[in-house]
């Protein structure tokens, strides 16, 4: 049972670059979510969706867009890579009824 | 601006003694979770107190929210070198989004 899986884990980029981060999970969750880690910030929002076929903003959506591809995938792309988002990126999801999200291992960018 | 805050941001005790951070935040919640995450790692469920529940129990952790000062703590007793990592709590707002804090950073020395 995989969980959350995100790929890539690791990736650098220079500025003006565009990529996708891909993220899948087995568990039949409704809801997915993509999270960035900055030191010192914790953990911050950038886009969710709560079931296949919908996305809403988080805290910080600018510069990033996203896709809820079918129920088991949500990808984060980035069109215009800036290095204010060099960051650790998280995916979780969740289901429906449970308020508990199980998280991917990270995809560490870094823009330079 | 992020909907909860800890605090301490950092807290370093030795093996045995007991660790306490809390969590502020600023509107009204379905429940309260809070979370664990080791150097380098996703973070990891650790217990959830719902708005009407006041304390909670799950082995060495002891839980407690106040709805009406918007606070929580979380209690780790006879702490171990094990339970080094960083530690989020987070909240709903009532929405399906659940938005974490800063953090409290736990070094537990043996």
């Known amino acids: 049972n995989a969980g959350v899986t995100q790929t890539p884990k690791f990736q650098v980029l220079k500025t003006g670059q565009s990529m996708t981060l891909q993220c899948a999970q087995d568990?039949?969750?409704?809801?997915m979510y993509w999270y960035r880690q900055d030191p010192g910030m914790g953990l911050r929002l950038i886009y969710y969706s709560a079931s296949e076929g919908t996305t809403d903003k988080g805290e910080v959506p600018n510069g990033y867009n996203v896709s809820r591809l079918n129920k088991r995938e949500f990808s984060l792309r980035l069109e215009s890579a800036a290095p204010s988002q060099t960051s650790v990126y998280f995916c979780?999801?969740?289901?429906?009824?449970?308020?508990?999200?199980?998280f991917g291992a990270g995809s560490r960018l870094t823009v330079l | 601006s992020q909907q909860g805050e800890e605090d301490p941001q950092a807290l370093s005790i030795q093996e045995g003694e007991n660790a306490t951070m809390n969590c502020s935040y600023k509107?009204?919640?379905?429940?309260l979770q809070w979370y664990r995450q080791n150097s380098g790692r996703g973070l990891v469920h650790l217990i959830l107190?719902?708005?009407?529940?006041r304390e909670k129990h799950s082995g060495r952790l002891r839980v407690t929210l106040d709805t009406s000062k918007k606070s929580s703590s979380l209690l780790i007793t006879a702490s171990r070198a094990a339970d080094t990592a960083s530690y989020f709590c987070a909240t709903d707002a009532n929405t399906d989004k659940l938005i974490f804090g800063t953090g409290t950073r736990l070094q537990v020395f043996p």
């Open positions: 509107t009204s919640i379905n429940n």
């Open positions: 107190i719902r708005s009407n529940e």
């Open positions: 568990m039949n969750h409704n809801s």
């Open positions: 979780a999801s969740r289901s429906s009824g449970a308020n508990v999200l199980t």
